[in-house]
């Protein structure tokens, strides 16, 4: 069983910059593809982001592409999320996500870290 941790929300002003960060722990970590999702007040959660379990490949959703930047360090068991260029439209709360099948049952969720841009 996978239990993931995220940390690094908050508010931030338009414009600015967050590190999310979500650490693993009871898995083989470097076994699974990692994601990110978030979820808006009224609205279903949506893929943000996701990078292979080797690292070697990344995805992004249209709206964030060249802003958000997905890694991850398989020594320290943890996947980040770099925002730039923050906008209110990405004030959400996200949620750290592992499995072999992104999003779907069976992957493992994270409690989540609020996300707010202010304008």
């Known amino acids: 069983q996978v239990q993931l941790v995220e940390s690094g929300g908050g508010l931030v002003q338009a414009g600015g910059s967050l590190r999310l960060t979500c650490v693993a722990s009871g898995g083989t970590f470097s076994r699974y593809n990692l994601g990110w999702f978030r979820q808006a007040p009224g609205k279903e959660r949506e893929f943000v982001a996701s990078i292979t379990w080797s690292g070697g490949s990344s995805s992004y959703r249209d709206s964030v592409k060249g802003r958000f930047t997905i890694s991850r360090d398989n020594a320290k068991n943890t996947v980040y999320l770099q925002m730039n260029s923050l906008k209110p439209e990405d004030t959400a709360v996200y949620y750290c996500?592992?499995?072999?099948?992104?999003?779907?049952?069976?992957?493992?969720w994270g409690q989540g870290t609020q996300v707010t841009v202010s304008s």
């Open positions: 996500n592992a499995g072999v099948l992104l999003g779907r049952p069976g992957s493992y």
